[in-house]
């Protein structure tokens, strides 16, 4: 199993969970979209051109802002030789990804929209592998893909090795202040998830190494400038 697109499944998958959450709070009323884009900036002035600052429709933004090796398995897995010493093939890329669950809107409003992400993310802390499989698999696919991300419903990410697991990551002020400042965005609620453990390329292999065609084998017998180099050479495969 090869899983190229495994990070955009998989926000794709947190994404729709947040929604279905949301969408069952809202009831009849209209439900606010839950992006992936990065919290925006407000608008300074209203469109009426009163001076009045424009009212922020309500939404929620979760946003991937870091990913990083997961190291249990890169501790575990690497190197992978042979007994012969030759390197057989890649250890598995597997990656822990770090969001940022943001929510806009006026009033009390977005903090209603951060409890129901939280609460749907939480209650979803492993993931399971047939609700990623229904996710991915309601995607309408245009008979012929103008793009990319169109083949995200034939991306095995139900069938990893690991199953997604989310928890909520303590994320200090230092840390959160250093994030909203890059994104240029005023603070708003937020709350950080840690994701892990997501595959790419898996099953990918190392062509075999070329054999040793000759060693040569240096001896040195002194250390002044003018010291002989005494030299032995060997051809032919090494033992």
């Known amino acids: 199993m090869t ?5 955009p499944a998989t926000t794709f998958v947190l994404r729709r969970v947040v929604q279905e959450r949301v969408d069952l709070a809202y009831g009849g009323l209209t439900p606010p979209t839950v992006s992936v884009e990065p919290p925006p900036r407000p608008p300074a002035t209203s469109a009426a051109g009163n001076g009045q600052p424009q009212p922020e429709p309500a939404g929620l933004h979760l946003f991937l802002h ?17 007994s012969a010493g030759r390197r057989t093939r890649r250890s598995p890329l597997a990656l822990d990804l770090q969001y940022m669950l943001a929510a806009t809107g006026a009033d009390l409003e977005r903090e209603a ?66 994030i909203w400042s890059a994104l240029q965005s005023p603070l708003r609620p937020a709350a950080y998830f840690l994701v892990t453990t997501v595959f790419l390329e898996v099953t990918e292999t190392y062509p075999a190494a070329p054999e040793v065609a000759k060693a040569v084998v240096g001896v040195r017998q002194g250390v002044g400038p003018g010291a002989a180099l005494d030299t032995l050479s060997t051809t032919g495969a090494a033992p």
């Open 3 to 7: 899983a190229h697109f495994a990070i």
């Open 66 to 82: 870091h990913a990083a090796p997961n190291p249990a398995f890169r501790n575990a897995f690497e190197p992978h030789v042979s």
């Open 113 to 178: 929209l951060l409890g129901l992400g939280i609460t749907a993310l939480t209650r979803h802390g492993i993931v399971p592998r047939p609700k990623i499989a229904a996710i991915l698999g309601a995607i309408v696919v245009p008979p012929v893909p103008q793009h990319l991300l169109d083949t995200l419903p034939t991306e095995a990410l139900d069938q990893q090795p690991e199953q997604i697991t989310v928890s909520q990551a303590p994320v200090d002020v230092d840390l959160s202040t250093k």
